[in-house]
């Protein structure tokens, strides 16, 4: 006999058990099974499901955030403290830091107006906040912005008053007028220095 008479083995027979893709798409389908009575379980009990347990924490969870939301003043301080350390960077023409105390600034009155996006005046009616940001941002703040990346320090200085102007008209517009801002004397914060990083 030779090796071309050697006849080659039988291909295996396909395998007659259940293939393993039908035993996870048996389990899938029995899972969504079960839920779905156990949710007609629920209901035929009077027992909120778990969604609508979830969904009224949730919601009681907003509504105490809501509750313990800071007042604008809190949240406007920061912005007052930014702004006048921002005076005292373009002094020293600290451009780096005068940039980074700007954007702060700028974050910080979008962190108000998200806070409270309208302000309840004494006789009922709201101002929108949001508004009014929507009005300086573009304008006033950019003006800074725009100065500052020039690094022009008398630009700087006269957008920076006019963007206190802005800021006066804000303040006169939610029923605060008594609130004034002007150029600052010191700085917020005295553990910062404010001169400009010595060159290498």
Known sequence: MSEHDISPAPAPAPSQGVSRFAVIAALIIGAIIGGMAVEYWLVKQGIESPAAQVTGAAAGDLERLVQIAPTQSHTMKDVGDHWANLWFAVQAENWPLATFYFTQARQSVRWTVA?????????????????LFEAIDPSAFAFVGLALEDQDKEMVESAYREALTAC??????????????????????TILGFEPEPSQ
Request: aromatic share 2%; hydrophobic share 35%.
């Open 115 to 131: 806070v409270r996006p309208e302000r309840v005046m004494p006789d009922g009616s709201t101002v929108n906040v949001q508004g």
């Open 168 to 189: 006066q008209s804000c303040h006169e517009a939610v029923g605060m007028p008594f609130l004034r801002p002007t150029v600052p004397t010191a700085p917020a914060d």
